[in-house]
Nanobody
Framework: QVQLVESGGGLVQPGGSLRLSCAAS????????MSWHRQAPGKERELVAR????????TYADSMKGRFTISRDNTKNTVYLQMNSLKPEDTAVYYC??????WGKGTLVTVSS
C-alpha cells in the first residue's frame, strides 16, 4: 500500500531554515508527481509546492516563491522541501501528497523566537 512518511520538522527561529523529507513506498515513485501542502492552526490546507515525476518542472504558491525549493530523488523514493527565510506565518503541519488522494501524517514546523 502507498505510504508517505514526512520528517524534518521542528522549532526554528524566524529567518532560519529547515529541510523536510518525505519517504514514499508502495507505488512506482518515479511515475508520479509529488506535492507538499500545509495546514496552519484554524486554516484550511493549502498547496505549498509541486514537482513533476521527473523533477523537471516545479510550481509554488506565491507566498513561498523564492524561499522554498521542492526537489526529489527518484533513486531514494524521496521528495524534499527546503525552506529558507522562515516566517512565523509558515508555522503549520506540512504534508506530503501523491496522486491527489494519498497523504502522509505530516510534520510540524514551528517558527518562533
Amino acid at each position: 500500500q502507498v505510504q508517505l512518511v514526512e520528517s524534518g520538522g521542528g522549532l526554528v527561529q524566524p529567518g532560519g531554515s529547515l529541510r523536510l523529507s518525505c519517504a514514499a513506498s508502495g507505488f512506482t515513485f518515479s511515475s508520479y508527481a509529488m506535492s507538499w501542502h500545509r495546514q496552519a492552526p484554524g486554516k484550511e490546507r493549502e498547496l505549498v509546492a509541486r514537482i513533476t515525476n521527473s523533477g523537471g518542472s516545479t510550481t509554488y504558491a506565491d507566498s513561498m516563491k523564492g524561499r522554498f525549493t521542492i526537489s526529489r530523488d527518484n533513486t531514494k523514493n524521496t521528495v524534499y522541501l527546503q525552506m529558507n527565510s522562515l516566517k512565523p506565518e509558515d508555522t503549520a503541519v506540512y504534508y506530503c501528497n501523491t496522486q491527489s488522494r494519498y497523504w502522509g501524517k505530516g510534520t510540524l514546523v514551528t517558527v518562533s523566537s
